[in-house]
């Protein structure tokens, strides 16, 4: 039986400031994985780009991984046992793991993995570019924004007085065009904010890009989808209203990882609005073409009975704080399911 097992390489770190996070979101699915089907090795990519990637053992050794094919050589018996994978579980949020980078390399490889391809992990890891893709299919809608690249934001060229003028009216949101779980966001409500904020997303981007929001009045709502390619069968799990509280005025990092909001799963929300949010959420699935499991988050503002779309996770967090697994337990999806659903998916897609 053991012979018969697939090799899973969970694939953790990053160069971002969601380093932690993706190492809790791997532990989570190191630990819930039904290790009778699967062999399990944990890959850490460092915060630093020039360090040696490794499988991290369960007795906290380092055993260098071979970038040349991805590969571990693991003693045993006085020998080495090479390990290579049939299956990469990318579980990085960001750089590399979120915006095609590692995508790329394991295309190139022709090592299945999985999250969404190249090209839709680099566009929906982008908000800036993201936004008018999506706002281009006419079935959401998409609030105001201006990317910012890092030649436009010098000393010498940026007005901020012109920048808000654009958006008529406070707050805007300040974001790296290539970040997630609102690291290095910034709710600008005044002028005197706009400098530091843009300067701090742009620290933390690694592309030097900056997107400028405008704020949307309302509730904010997030959608896991995923298709189960064994099945072809596309599942919409029930809807996740995120309420922030304590010092988080919007779902910023303290809100999403240290407690500092309530997630309602399923949402208390009118029928006719959870079923447009999973609708759209369904359709930019395969709009996008997504694969594995996907979160989709939105703001829907009540007085005006109108949704926006904020943003497409390609690499959703697995955290026990975290929106999917809580929405497929709702859809009567254990755990365990859920990341047997999207390795077999993977795996199936790969073979055909």
Known sequence: MANTRKNIAVVVGGYSGEYDVSISTGNAIYSNVDRSKYALYKIVIPRDPKAGWYHLTDDNSQIPV???DFSVSIPSNGQNQKIQFDLAYISIHG???ENGVLQGYFDMLGLPYTSCGFYTSALTA????CNPVVRS???????????LHANQVSALSFDADALLREFEKLPVFVKPAS???SVATTKVKSREQVIQAVEDAMREDGNGQVLVEAFIEGREFGCGVIRDAEEGKLHVFPITEVIPHGDSEYFDYNAKYNGSSSKVTPAEVETEVSD???DVSAQLYDLLDCRGVVRFDYRYNPEQKQLYFLEVNTIPGQTPESMVP???RAAGISTADLYQIVIEGALAAASR
Request: charged content about 25%; overall charge positive.
């Open 126 to 129: 982008n908000k800036g570019h």
């Open 137 to 147: 299919f006419g079935i959401v809608e998409v609030a105001k924004s201006r990317l």
């Open 179 to 181: 970040g997630g779980s």
């Open 95 to 97: 750089n590399p793991g």
């Open 66 to 68: 071979d970038r040349n």
């Open 276 to 278: 447009r949010i999973k």
């Open 326 to 328: 809580q929405q497929a």
